[in-house]
């Protein structure tokens, strides 16, 4: 076989590389600077990082031991993970200047098993947003057609690994903020349960709903990174003290048998046609694959977007509360008093949507307003959990769309209830702390262009080897995976 070029390496997955490098038919250093042309060539059109060290990444590579679960893979990070010594701006201009003086407990997992953290992407400012618009810092486009959307919050992170800037990224998921981002990007994107993946390290959106995830290029690559970043952490008191499974492993178990739900609830009027007919075809290849498809019901559902816009936004106004231009990041100049310079520092350093989202917490838990909005919030999120529960006594997984739409034109979605309304598939594994997943199923033709499809897997808690199976089940019995986007 002969062996890549530099020019070759890029399109490579984590698997593919990991053999190539554990072979010494490459060696790391030549990864990164491969991975830095790649780059360098493209991402000027995608805008896919807000910032890159390539010359510590080369010096870490070099140094790397290829036989490590994850050695010499260099892994692009969403910049709301700290990683010691680089920026960390969660894509708002209240954090400008600030590089993180640690690493996040994930990014300490990847670096034991060998990886190589190298670049921070573009995401909605603190996570908020569906589309990556609501960066205060650029703009990041589709890789599938420019005129459109990544999707979000982690859009840097699923457009670098579609135009193949990346060959994992690590994302956070609040309430599809991996899933919907990697269906729209047509690649893999997973959400661990609630405490799978320790938050230390992660800044805080939604304390009770953010999780560290994978997005990758295949099923099999998202398996080797949750290898490496599960499992218990002291610093983190939501971290659940489990068994983690090897991930990898699991994943060539049959299928056969496996009863998968499908929930009535999320096959819903204003669901694209396009992507109705893909996941319709999905169904029909997981069944010819021998697993038995029910119809399920989670009634609690059509109350899961105004459930999470209440209780993230209430824990967001809590946890934005930190950013007050006295210990770092942003400080409004020459300020008449504290009260000034509070008041003056957030107004410059938050954008709308964040300023919009702290009101509207703000609101929910005033006095008067906390029993009427939050409490019966958290009330309906606890009906929406046994929903969940009381299926998975009867199914092992669940199978709906990700997004019942494709990626949208940039500008498209103005209005934020609009916007809201695109996850509305993947906020109640959230709110419920289970696991999912999203794989490629197919395409949309939409003005003469092939916009991807997602998949959406759903897990209990703790069940994420599951999903993987499945997901990887379907993915080696179709070809959607290897379709890679027109950018070169």
């Excluded at 824990?315 to 950013?323: H, V």
Aim: aromatic content about 8%.
């Amino acid at each position: 076989m002969t062996p890549p070029t530099r020019n070759d390496l890029p399109a490579l997955n984590v698997a593919d590389l990991q053999s190539l490098l554990r072979r010494r038919e490459i060696s790391p250093g030549e990864v990164i600077r491969a991975l830095r042309e790649r780059i360098e060539a493209i991402d000027p059109n995608v805008g896919a990082y807000l910032s890159l060290d390539f010359d510590t990444a080369e010096r870490e590579a070099e140094h790397s031991n290829v036989e490590l679960p994850l050695g010499g893979i260099p892994i692009a990070i969403k910049d709301i993970i700290n990683v010691n010594g680089q920026p960390c701006t969660c894509g708002s201009k209240i954090l400008k200047g600030y590089h993180a003086p640690y690493d996040a407990t994930a990014i300490q997992k990847l670096r034991a098993a060998g990886a190589v953290p190298f670049g921070k992407t573009n995401l909605d400012e603190f996570a908020m947003g569906s589309s990556t618009e609501n960066s205060a810092l650029k703009s990041t486009r589709n890789p599938w057609h420019l005129s459109r959307v990544p999707g979000g919050s982690s859009g840097g992170s699923a457009a670098a690994i579609a135009a193949d800037e990346a060959f994992a990224a690590l994302g956070s998921d609040t309430g599809g903020s991996i899933r919907q981002p990697a269906a729209f990007c047509g690649v893999v994107g997973i959400k661990p349960t609630y405490g799978r993946v320790s938050r230390f390290g992660l800044v805080a959106f939604a304390s009770s709903l953010d999780q560290i995830g994978p997005v990758t290029k295949t099923v099999r690559d998202s398996a080797l990174i949750m290898n490496a970043i599960a499992g218990h952490d002291p610093h983190d008191s939501t971290s659940l003290n489990e068994p983690v499974p090897d991930y990898v492993a699991g994943l060539e178990k049959d299928v056969r048998g496996l009863r998968l739900g499908l929930p009535k609830e999320y096959m819903i009027e204003g669901t694209d046609p396009q992507v109705r007919t893909a996941i319709d075809a999905a169904i029909k290849q997981l069944n010819s694959l021998g697993a038995e498809i029910v119809e399920v019901s989670l009634p609690t559902t059509e109350y899961a977007v105004a459930v999470y816009y209440i209780i993230a936004t209430a824990e967001a106004s809590a946890n934005l509360a930190r950013f007050d231009g006295v210990r770092y990041g942003h400080r409004a100049h020459n300020p008449k008093d504290v009260l000034d310079l509070y008041g003056r520092t957030r107004e410059e350093g938050f954008g709308p949507e964040v300023k919009r989202r702290i009101i509207l917490g703000t609101y929910v838990l005033s006095s008067g307003y906390y029993d009427a909005y939050y409490l019966r919030a958290q009330k309906v999120r606890e009906l929406i959990r046994r929903d969940f529960a009381g299926v998975f006594e009867k199914v092992d997984a669940l199978i709906s769309p990700t997004s019942p739409i494709t990626a949208f034109k940039v500008g498209e979605r103005a209005d934020p209830l609009q916007m809201y309304l695109a996850d509305i598939f993947t906020i109640a594994a959230n709110l419920a702390g289970i696991c999912g997943i999203s794989v490629p199923c197919g395409f949309a033709e939409v003005d003469g262009h092939r916009l991807p499809i997602g998949l959406q897997l759903l897990g209990k808690a703790l069940d994420e080897a599951r999903i993987l199976q499945i997901a990887y089940a379907y993915e080696q019995s179709t070809n959607w995976h290897k379709a890679r986007p027109p950018i070169r």
